[in-house]
Nanobody, 119 residues
Framework: QVQLVESGGGLVQAGGSLRLSCTSS????????MAWFRQAPGNERELVAA????????YYKESVKGRFTISRDNAKNTVYLQMNSLKAEDTAVYYC????????????WGQGTQVTVSS
């Protein structure tokens, strides 16, 4: 069983920055693909960014490219999402996910953290 705990959400003005963190329990973190999803009210959950355990390749949703950066620290069992130049449309609940990452699914989920961008 993998437990994921997110932190770092909050309220920020448009153009500002936030860094989300997600810490995982268990000793096999380094072997998991990790990702951040988000879900805005009335919308489906969507994959925002992913980082793969092999070679640390990354994927980004087109609308966040150049603004968001996903990274991981295997020694700390933690994955990060640095979000810069935030826009009102980035407002959503952000979920950390691990394993079996696809566009709309993952094996394990965190509880979510709210990000609100005021315009």
């Amino acid at each position: 069983q993998v437990q994921l705990v997110e932190s770092g959400g909050g309220l920020v003005q448009a153009g500002g920055s936030l860094r989300l963190s997600c810490t995982s329990s268990g000793r096999t973190f380094s072997r998991f693909d990790m990702a951040w999803f988000r879900q805005a009210p009335g919308n489906e959950r969507e994959l925002v960014a992913a980082i793969y355990y092999a070679y640390h390749n990354t994927y980004y949703k087109e609308s966040v490219k150049g603004r968001f950066t996903i990274s991981r620290d295997n020694a700390k069992n933690t994955v990060y999402l640095q979000m810069n130049s935030l826009k009102a449309e980035d407002t959503a609940v952000y979920y950390c996910a691990a394993g079996g990452i696809r566009l709309k699914r993952a094996d394990y989920w965190g509880q979510g953290t709210q990000v609100t961008v005021s315009s």
